[in-house]
């Protein structure tokens, strides 16, 4: 996790520092590519807090952070790509930028394997659960990323538990569909903490019904599905993301 240890939001399915962030580390991209080299990472996940006190919320730093990461870990075409080179895979799960293009843009031209923004719950429990995020705005960037790049694999993920309905879920995965969402994790919320304001779990959500939205994505087309209680944005990473590079035009 990149820019810091506090979050300038306040989602209420998440413990993460709600505080007043932290300058910047200047050494951060060079010391997380540092680490990937020295555990001989083979698919490492970029992730960070929201930082929308910074003019770019933080977009300058994924990119050093891609950069450095291929600078320490050369890797001329990723495995995700098909072949069976060194290098380490690198995939990006990235707040919305408050839509900022110009942000999305330099996150894309670094050229992360997998661009993954999770769009989280379904719409009508924004006002609740994500207050200060845009159901519509999230699925605008996935959207942006694969305008900007269409061979470019994107990723998003919904928690499940929170009070939705089937219908629901439902019309989000069709949504993401609908942008060409190429990978998709459904998973189980857990409330992290009883304080900071986080919500309680609505219901758990057998593996039966976890099954059956993974059919239903798979049968929407999207090319890679984890649907399962203990799943999470990052579940099985590597193995999800070994999926064939869609192809331009």
Do not use: W
Not at 153 to 181: F, P, Q
């Amino acid at each position: 996790m990149i820019l810091g240890d506090a979050c300038t939001r306040h989602c209420r399915f998440c413990s993460v520092k709600k505080q007043s962030p932290q300058p910047l580390s200047p050494n951060e991209p060079k010391e997380v590519a540092d680490a990937c080299l020295k555990m001989k990472l083979k698919h490492v996940v970029i992730t960070s807090v929201t930082r929308d006190d910074l003019p770019d919320g933080g977009a300058s730093v994924f990119y050093d952070t891609i950069t450095e990461i291929r600078k320490a870990c050369p890797s001329p075409e990723s495995r995700l790509g098909g072949t069976n080179g060194g290098g380490v895979a690198i995939e990006v799960l990235t707040p919305d930028f408050q839509g900022n293009q110009t942000s999305i843009l330099q996150v894309v031209s670094a050229q992360p394997d997998i661009f993954n923004h999770n769009i989280e719950t379904v719409i009508r429990l924004y006002p609740r659960i994500r207050p200060e995020a845009d159901y519509q705005r999230s699925l605008k960037l996935l959207a942006y990323v694969k305008e900007l790049n269409p061979m470019m694999r994107t990723k998003s993920g919904l928690m499940l538990g929170l009070g939705e309905e089937n219908d629901e879920v439902i019309k989000t995965l069709a949504d993401l569909r609908a942008v060409d969402c190429d990978m998709v994790t459904i998973g189980q919320y857990l409330r992290p903490s009883l304080s900071a304001g986080t919500v309680e779990v609505a219901r758990f959500v057998t593996p039966d019904e976890f099954e059956s939205y993974r059919i239903k994505a798979s049968e929407m087309g999207f090319k890679a599905v984890a649907s399962g209680p203990f799943v999470r944005s990052s579940y099985m990473a590597e193995e999800l993301g070994l999926i064939p590079r869609p192809r331009s035009g």
